[in-house]
Each structure stands twice: as structure tokens, then as C-alpha cells.
């Protein structure tokens, strides 16, 4: 861990906050491989860039120390899938952010969870239910996972995806 980094973590005057990116890509929807990325920064008490409406729209600050770094290929035949979808590979992103917040992450700190996906972010937040298809099963562990999250201040953020460059970077490694 960097010196930087130590000094603003014993620093409690500092608002440190953690942004976690995610996304899932599919080459061929549906039946398609499937990608996902997924990166969670601590922001080390750097502010948060917002629009004219007050909602965080931000790419990753290069002073932001990366606290975890997730990508994963599934191809079709092996993914363990009976159909996969775009919405099941963005769930599959979602959830492996949501495990790391649980398992590895400050429990103590804001967290801003920003993804492509308005499906997940509406479904997360109530607005749409949940309903019967490929994506099902990863919707409700997902559902879970999230309104389970230790972290006691938690927001759920659309961004446009040329704001999702880095997780998107990630889904596409093999």
C-alpha cells in the first residue's frame, strides 16, 4: 500500500468514499459469449464529479487508489448458462461488486455503485420488478447481495457507457 494512501486513510477528517464500475458484454444476444468487468476505487477524499441534476457522473480519477479488479470470459458452450443474455452477463458484473463490498471493502464509507445497465440500477431500486427470464436467478442473488450490503450509505448510479471505459475494458479481456 502506498504512503499516499496510508496518510488519507488514518486522515477521518477526509470524506473517502468508494465507486465501483461494472458491466457485461455479450457477443451474440442471446447465446452469445459473455464478458464482465468490474473495478471498486476508494477515492481516497477526492470529490465526485457531478451533472447539472446532482447525479455522479465520472470516469475513474487516475488519484483514486483501485482496491479491486474483476474480469471474466464465459464462452457459451461452457458458461454454465441455458441461455445467456447481455442482462445475465451486466448481473454476473453487479454481483461480483456486490460480493467484493460484502467480503473485502470498508464497511464504514459511502458507496457509489455505477454501471451502463438501467435495467439493473431500476430493478435494484424497485422502480421495475423482476420477472421471469434468462437473467432471473442472477436478478435475485444480485437483489439479495445488494440489499444486504454492510455499507450503510449505498447508491445505485446510471452512467453512459463512454463513462464505463475501464469495467467495459475489463469485460472484453479473455
Known amino acids: 500500500m502506498s504512503e499516499q494512501y496510508n496518510k ?3 486522515d477521518k477528517s477526509i470524506k473517502r468514499l468508494l465507486v465501483c464500475y461494472y458491466t457485461g458484454v455479450i457477443s451474440k444476444n442471446p447465446n452469445g459469449d459473455m464478458g464482465i468487468g468490474a473495478v471498486v476505487y476508494d477515492t481516497l477524499g477526492h470529490p ?9 457522473q465520472q470516469e475513474p480519477n487516475t488519484l483514486w487508489k483501485v482496491l479491486y479488479e474483476y474480469n471474466e470470459f464465459y464462452p457459451y458452450s461452457f458458461s454454465g448458462f441455458k441461455t ?11 454481483i461480483k461488486v456486490c460480493e467484493f463490498l460484502t467480503e473485502s471493502a470498508p464497511k464504514d464509507m459511502q458507496v ?9 440500477r ?5 422502480y421495475w420488478s423482476i420477472k421471469e427470464g434468462a437473467y432471473y436467478e442472477c436478478a435475485i442473488k444480485a437483489e439479495q447481495l445488494y440489499d444486504n450490503l454492510p455499507q450503510k450509505s449505498k447508491h445505485i448510479v446510471w452512467i453512459p457507457k463512454e463513462l464505463n471505459s475501464i469495467a467495459y475494458e475489463l469485460s472484453r479481456k479473455r
Open 8 to 10: 488519507v486513510k488514518e
Open 48 to 56: 465526485l464529479e457531478r451533472n447539472k441534476h446532482g447525479e455522479v
Open 84 to 94: 445467456t443474455t447481455n442482462n445475465v452477463a451486466e448481473y454476473l458484473a453487479f
Open 112 to 120: 457509489y455503485i455505477l454501471g451502463d445497465s438501467q435495467f439493473i
Open 122 to 126: 431500476n430493478q435494484m431500486l424497485g
